[in-house]
């Protein structure tokens, strides 16, 4: 069992995620913005990292580049999942450290994919 963070600034996406991982038999720990979920990668060590890019306070871009600065959290895999889905910011994605972004709305069968890939 891999222990994933999900960050989303929405409740109902938090759960979402939260289920269907939890369902595939991860520990899932989550946080609603960048600034949380940085000092949560820190402080909790997960093995994967999903991740909105569009969140109040600290966004999903400024949240990545952070997790990739410090060398602590720097090898966590970041999937952004996001309704961003313009070529650019699948380009962007890949510039700020995540390794891939997955669009919203995403399948069952996306997040699986992505779990065997980096869980």
Not at 44 to 56: Q, S, Y
């Amino acid at each position: 069992m891999s222990k994933i963070l999900v960050c989303d600034d929405s409740p109902a996406e938090l759960a979402n995620l939260r289920a269907l991982l939890t369902a595939a038999g991860h520990h899932t720990v989550t946080a609603s913005n960048g600034a949380e979920a940085v000092s949560k990668a820190a402080a909790e060590k997960p093995d994967l990292i999903l991740m909105d890019i569009v969140m109040p306070d600290m966004d999903g871009y400024e949240a990545c580049r952070r997790l990739q600065a410090d060398p602590a959290t720097k090898p966590i895999p970041v999937v952004f999942v996001s309704s961003k889905n313009q070529r650019a910011d699948h380009m962007w994605a890949k510039m700020q450290g995540a390794r891939l972004l997955i669009s919203k709305p995403y399948t069952q069968n996306q997040i699986a994919e992505v779990l065997k890939a980096f869980g």
